[in-house]
């Protein structure tokens, strides 16, 4: 891939997503990097790339050990945008694994040497391609943001459009494997399970679907800081995640892993109270405090002895349907560290685990009956320079030709209430099942 990427600046503004609306959507190919709805801080990446043939070139990347130099359009400058599924991590941990899912590749790497960088702080935008290209698509996308006064397409479901959903497990036989959760913890083989479970859309003349058209329903509903949409070949991954998984700058990485939830309430005060409930409760935090231990001993495999740091504990943050219980760790890298060092030593995610790692994958593969798939996997972009932002795949939909699916779950510990823990998968599912236009099956 070029070495040479030049960033320069295009004359006005507009909102990502009428861009990507009027182009994008319809490529193979296509990635938006998305800020969020209505974003007023944060970078944005829109563009198309040739897929990656060779994964090894992206995990052979040497992560920085010293600050990126000036460069104007972000902190990507330009490299892979991508993702990779549960199962291929789980392999490389040494963990049994399910049948992968046919037709849906478990690692798609997209090379990404022409794109739009939107800087929602300054409203500004720029251009960034190979330097011989880069005059000839900044005039071209100066000419899309001049023509990009047009309401944004309108992505509502008709009234009729309802598809049914199928869901790995009903609610009864989720409640029952939650129980199994807890036997294995009081048999000492496990402290905390992320359980999960998958709902099932099947495609049909009534119900096609159009993944650009969902992933705007999805970001409207769930705004996210991380939210994504990939596409590679007839296979798409729409994300509104709001769990940062792994960024490296800088030489230092973090991680921010989310454990702990509660939905939002239209009332303030009982808005409130939710947070604070949230904040104290004891399961969720000894889940979250659990979870962050872990990924201290996975960062300090790739760290500096004594880097590691606990930045952040038992944060709330709050996004359009849910509050969240927050942690950030954070290292700083071995000098020569690669992506593959840190994902060998980091993935799949504690938070989408459990712990101790490799025993919670093992208890999960026997309950859980099929693959995850994409699920609790992690996308995002791996920069040319040793950069690294990769978002954990939760609250997310993966189409391909036969339909679509979502996954949800939640951790288990032995202070869990199974009715409470199958709301929340119902919590996490249901917007993502919206815009789809699928209901959640009864129960959930």
């Known amino acids: 891939m070029s070495a040479d990427l030049a960033a320069l600046a295009v004359d006005g503004w507009t909102d990502p997503e009428r861009l990507f609306a009027a182009h994008e959507a319809t490529l193979d190919g296509a990635f938006w990097l998305d800020a969020g709805r209505e974003a007023d801080t944060g970078w944005s990446y829109l563009g198309r790339g040739e897929r990656e043939t060779d994964a090894g070139a992206v995990r052979s990347v040497r992560c920085d050990t010293t600050p990126a130099g000036e460069w104007p359009a972000g902190p990507f400058h330009g490299g892979w945008v991508g993702w990779l599924g549960y199962e291929r991590g789980a392999a490389i941990a040494g963990a049994p694994i399910a049948e992968p899912d046919e037709g849906i590749p478990e690692e798609v790497w997209l ?14 935008i720029w251009a960034v391609a190979p330097g011989v290209e880069a005059e000839e698509w900044a005039a071209e996308l100066a000419a899309r943001v001049a023509a990009a006064t047009d309401p944004v397409p309108d992505t509502t479901l008709p009234a009729a459009a309802s598809a049914t959903v199928a869901g790995r497990h009903d609610p009864e036989t989720y409640a029952t ?37 969902a992933y705007r329903r999805l970001r409207a509903s769930s705004p996210a800081h991380h939210g994504g949409y990939i596409r590679g070949g007839d296979v798409a991954l729409l994300s509104a995640s709001p769990e940062q998984f792994l960024t490296v700058a800088g030489g230092v990485v973090r991680t921010r892993p989310i454990k702990g939830t509660r939905p939002r309430a239209a009332d303030a005060a009982a808005d409130a109270a939710l947070a604070a409930e949230l904040r104290a409760d004891r399961k969720e935090r000894a889940e979250n405090v ?13 760290s500096d002895p004594g880097s590691i740091r606990v930045e952040g504990l038992l944060e709330v943050e709050s996004y359009a349907a849910v509050h969240q219980l927050v942690s950030t760790v954070s290292g700083r890298l071995r000098p020569g560290s690669t992506v593959d060092d840190l994902l060998v030593a980091c993935f799949p995610a504690g938070s989408m685990t459990g712990a101790p790692k490799l025993s919670a994958m093992t208890i999960l593969h026997r309950l859980e009956g099929g693959p995850r798939g994409i699920f609790a996997g992690c996308f995002g972009y791996v920069g040319r320079d040793g950069s690294a932002d990769l978002a954990m795949i939760i609250r997310s939909i993966v189409t391909h030709p036969g339909g679509a699916y979502v996954g949800a779950g939640g951790g288990i510990t032995w202070l869990s209430d199974a009715a409470a823990e199958v709301a929340e998968v119902g919590i996490k599912a249901r917007a993502p099942l919206a815009a789809l236009g699928a209901p959640l099956p009864p129960g959930w």
């Open 290 to 302: 659990m979870i962050v231990d872990l990924m201290r001993n996975d960062l300090s495999r790739v």
């Open 177 to 213: 494997l939650i129980e199994r959760c807890r036997d294995a913890i009081r048999e000492g083989d496990a402290y905390q399970l992320c359980l999960t479970t998958r709902f099932e859309l099947t495609a049909s003349a009534d119900h096609p679907l159009d993944p650009a058209a």
């Open 111 to 124: 090379r990404a040497e022409r794109f739009a960088a939107f800087d929602h702080a300054r409203r500004e």
